[in-house]
């Protein structure tokens, strides 16, 4: 199956996503891009129903998952088959800070497994001098999720305004589907 439809989940804190970070560059790509509800603490209690009823993710869509939105995508990847996951800066905890807590997404295990087993492809970007993540937890999700992970020296936490490398990875799904 090819691709069909890509998803971006923006990093919490986002604000108006067309004008934030690559999102709006990256949707020149054919991709759903909206402002999440709950955009600072993006609970997963709110953003996993969004995903779900507004967004339409389901096992012909790419979910572009940035930080909090990774998060939230491979939470969501859990319980839901998805044709691929793109993790950007993901991590697996709370990191020490409360609303990252309150988001709901670190209160449990991961279940690496159950995500494996509903994405047909899971690539992942990382950059050890990223300032909000240890690398430490980008490599635990590379390890639990054994992601495609392409490693950077010197992207810190993605927040550049353009990203040829995720356009190339999305061509490349779409070309192995």
């Not at 009823?53 to 969501?76: F, N, P, Q, W």
């Not at 991961?110 to 950059?127: A, C, D, H, P, T």
Request: charged share 25%.
């Amino acid at each position: 199956m090819a691709l069909k439809r890509a998803v971006i989940l923006p990093g919490n804190g986002a604000g108006n996503v067309e004008h934030c970070n690559w999102y709006g560059w990256i949707s020149d790509m054919s991709c759903v891009l909206k402002n999440m509800p709950d955009p600072v603490t993006a609970r997963e209690s709110i953003w996993l129903p969004f995903m779900e009823k507004e967004l339409k993710c389901d096992d012909e869509t790419v979910i572009i998952g940035h930080s909090s939105g990774a998060a939230a995508a491979m939470r969501y990847a859990e319980t839901h088959k998805v044709f691929a996951l793109i993790l950007v800066g993901a991590y697996t905890s709370d990191l020490g800070d409360e609303n990252e807590r309150e988001s709901g997404y670190f209160n449990r295990p991961w279940e690496w497994e159950k995500i494996r087993s509903n994405v047909k492809y899971i690539l992942q970007f990382g950059s050890t001098d990223d300032p909000f993540l240890p690398w430490e937890e980008q490599q635990e999700v590379a390890n639990g999720l054994k992601t495609d992970l392409h490693k950077y020296v010197d992207r810190g936490h993605f927040q550049n305004t353009t990203f040829p490398e995720l356009i190339g990875a999305v061509k490349t799904l779409k070309t192995n589907g």
